[in-house]
């Protein structure tokens, strides 16, 4: 399994990092087999799990049970889970709780959005042995305050404040970054200058690594087409016609057949 060093010697070495986001069980068997680097449980979970519209519902039980669940399937990789909406925004006595709860959970490191008033929690939770994950550029837990889910810096004063929050959070202890949705030539410049590994999504082919959520990667989720997105498979006509021949299947009797049923000895007649 990596480890936060692996991050940076990667980005050393020029080699691309992998990272998808991964919510239950089963799926984490999937990504352990997988040569995939690390493992995100985005609060993307509040969407993609459970068909909240934002990801503004996700809240800190939510996360550390699909922490768990993924904990348990991905024995072999690194995992960092999400701090959701608003959880460490409170006292340091709350968002320490919820660091706590996704950390025994099974998370290997924490990730949080956006840098104003987290750097302070951020040196606190790198002094206290948690390793932290920031996120900048378009933050989803940020969808109200940005009006929608646009991408970020590109006049000169938003690159300007991306570039500094970038460096505040290298400054507080993150120990990598994601940078959503901005230009390539912003995440490029971001990518060279920080001395922490850059993961990107929507943020062009020169960051450190990317990441992608399971169910668009698979092409699983038919609602949602972003342009960083690639399909990899076509998961969802897959699945529904794999569900389509099993429903054939039955109402045709071609199943189940012999192989699939269990012999007896034959039974006395009981009356
Ligand atoms: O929650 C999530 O899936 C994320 C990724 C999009 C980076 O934060």
């Given at each position: 399994m990596m480890n936060i060093f692996d991050f940076n010697k990667k980005k050393a070495a020029g080699e691309k990092l992998t990272m998808v986001t991964c919510y239950d069980y089963t799926s984490a068997q999937l990504v352990n087999k997988s040569e995939i680097d690390c493992i995100l449980v985005g609060d993307s979970l509040a969407m993609t799990m459970h068909g909240f519209p934002s990801t503004v519902h996700a809240t800190v039980d939510m996360m550390a049970m699909h922490t768990a669940a993924v904990a348990r399937g991905a024995k072999d990789k690194f995992i960092v889970g999400d701090l959701p909406f608003l959880a460490y925004r409170k006292s340091l006595t709350e968002n320490?709780?919820?660091?706590?709860?996704?950390?025994?959970?099974?998370?290997?490191?924490?990730?949080?959005?956006?840098?104003?008033?987290?750097?302070?929690?951020?040196?606190?939770l790198a002094d206290s042995g948690v390793p932290v994950m920031g996120h900048i550029g378009l933050t989803p837990q940020f969808v109200h305050l940005l009006g929608g889910y646009h991408v970020q810096g590109k006049t000169d004063e938003s690159a300007k404040r991306l570039m500094e929050e970038a460096y505040a959070l290298q400054q507080a202890g993150c120990f990598s970054l994601v940078l959503e949705c901005v230009p390539t030539e912003l995440a490029t410049q971001i990518t060279k200058e920080l001395k922490v590994a850059t993961i990107g999504i929507g943020a062009g082919p020169n960051t450190d690594g990317q990441v992608l959520v399971f169910q668009d990667l698979l092409g699983l989720n038919t609602d949602f087409k972003p342009k960083f997105v690639k399909k990899f498979m076509n998961g969802a006509d897959l699945v529904t016609a794999a569900l389509d021949d099993y429903h054939n299947a039955v109402t045709t009797g071609a199943f189940p057949d012999a192989e699939h049923s269990f012999g007896s000895k034959k039974l006395a007649k009981t009356a």
């Amino acid at each position: 399994m990596m480890n936060i060093f692996d991050f940076n010697k990667k980005k050393a070495a020029g080699e691309k990092l992998t990272m998808v986001t991964c919510y239950d069980y089963t799926s984490a068997q999937l990504v352990n087999k997988s040569e995939i680097d690390c493992i995100l449980v985005g609060d993307s979970l509040a969407m993609t799990m459970h068909g909240f519209p934002s990801t503004v519902h996700a809240t800190v039980d939510m996360m550390a049970m699909h922490t768990a669940a993924v904990a348990r399937g991905a024995k072999d990789k690194f995992i960092v889970g999400d701090l959701p909406f608003l959880a460490y925004r409170k006292s340091l006595t709350e968002n320490v709780n919820a660091v706590q709860a996704i950390m025994q959970a099974g998370a290997h490191a924490v990730k949080l959005e956006g840098a104003s008033g987290n750097t302070g929690f951020i040196q606190h939770l790198a002094d206290s042995g948690v390793p932290v994950m920031g996120h900048i550029g378009l933050t989803p837990q940020f969808v109200h305050l940005l009006g929608g889910y646009h991408v970020q810096g590109k006049t000169d004063e938003s690159a300007k404040r991306l570039m500094e929050e970038a460096y505040a959070l290298q400054q507080a202890g993150c120990f990598s970054l994601v940078l959503e949705c901005v230009p390539t030539e912003l995440a490029t410049q971001i990518t060279k200058e920080l001395k922490v590994a850059t993961i990107g999504i929507g943020a062009g082919p020169n960051t450190d690594g990317q990441v992608l959520v399971f169910q668009d990667l698979l092409g699983l989720n038919t609602d949602f087409k972003p342009k960083f997105v690639k399909k990899f498979m076509n998961g969802a006509d897959l699945v529904t016609a794999a569900l389509d021949d099993y429903h054939n299947a039955v109402t045709t009797g071609a199943f189940p057949d012999a192989e699939h049923s269990f012999g007896s000895k034959k039974l006395a007649k009981t009356a």
